[in-house]
């Protein structure tokens, strides 16, 4: 009886001890408790440049021109906006603040 634990023993110990060589040899990590581990998702290559060269180069954040051109825009459409009585309450007068002096 006591042959076939030993038997076992050692065979299990040359299994263990086969599969670190192999981890060694191949660069795998090895776990033998099974624990979760982040290593599968370290090990892929990172996409950021990829993503980042998919999409095209946007002029608006370099060019001081385009820039003025849409803070101009916006102002325009505020002026009218509060020509029009739409615009902004100032502040201190908005719907809140009504809301609280009554």
Do not use: C
Request: hydrophobic share 35%; aromatic share 4%; charged share 35%.
């Amino acid at each position: 009886m006591s042959a076939g634990g030993l038997k076992s023993m050692l065979a299990s110990a040359v299994v263990a001890g086969v599969t670190e060589a192999r981890a060694r040899i191949f660069g795998h990590i090895l776990n033998p408790t099974g624990q979760r581990s982040p290593h599968k998702i370290l090990r892929k290559k990172l996409i950021g440049d990829k993503v980042a060269e998919w999409y095209p180069y946007d002029i608006k954040n370099d060019d001081p021109l385009v820039m003025a051109r849409q803070e101009e825009e916006r102002l325009s459409k505020l002026e009218m906006l509060k020509r029009r009585g739409k615009g902004p309450p100032k502040k201190g007068q908005g719907r809140r603040a009504v809301k609280r002096s009554k």
